[in-house]
């Protein structure tokens, strides 16, 4: 059975679709539909269901899917580490956000490299620019704030962070007391510091802790959460932050925790793979210490 048409088969297998799994092998559409239509007469049984958005494998297609995948696999790493067998090196392509990535993961990465590894690392500031990266080979490893769909990526929880609103101590002095009785109104009073227009962070911040949407625009908008903490310890409004980013600039009294809600606004932090690549030992030794380190998060 020729090789190239199994990889194919596994490409449309875990994308999920003929056009998805043509971008991800570099081919036309055509050229992904007639090798799967010349595996299936070889096998004399139907592979996949055709729907109107995408495709469905049969048992036939899932059976052979599981049995194939796992030795293509292997062969992906062959040729991948053949390059560095000389020096004995493996090299990890990581992506995600640039602060949580800076600060923790790689932080939390480097002692692989005294056993062989090679950190690569890209940030992006969108989980969707991410997961199209991982999807399409880019990178073996993401980091993202959104569950991928599809079986094409296979993702696993690493943590949840806290998400702190905060101001420099001289507006919290001015608010006083009336932010805790009536911290919807006096805080929109506020200039507001973001990583975008939208005011994603503030935006989610009031949803969950009032139910609204803030009256409010950004005054300092700067796309990186380091700037906007800088930002706000200088004094230029508040800010939603997470705390692990912000924590040593509370503890030293450089900002302060403008509320304190029963419920802090959360949001989960993904480790994302391409399926099957799990069997790779950078890509395990790597996710694995990610998960690890990420009980002390």
Known sequence: MDLALLRTFVTVHRAGSFTRAAALLGLSQPAVTGQIRTLERQLGRPLFLRQARGVTPTT???ELAQRAAPHLDALVEIAETGLDEESGVR??????????????ALPALTPLTAQGLALRTSFFGSPEETLEGLAAGHHDLAITTARPRGG???STPLCDEEHVLIAAPRWAARLGHDVLREGQVVLEQLPVVEVHESLPLVSRYWATVFESQPAAAGTVIAPDLRAVLACTAAGAGLSVLPRYLCEGALERGEVV????PPVPPLRTYFLVVRTGTLTLPPVARAHEWLLR???EW
């Open 60 to 62: 036939i297609g899932d």
């Open 91 to 104: 090299t990890l392509h990581l992506a995600g956000p640039p602060e949580f990535t800076s600060l923790r």
């Open 152 to 154: 094409l990526l296979t």
């Open 257 to 260: 925790a403008l509320l304190d």
């Open 293 to 295: 380190a990420a009980e």
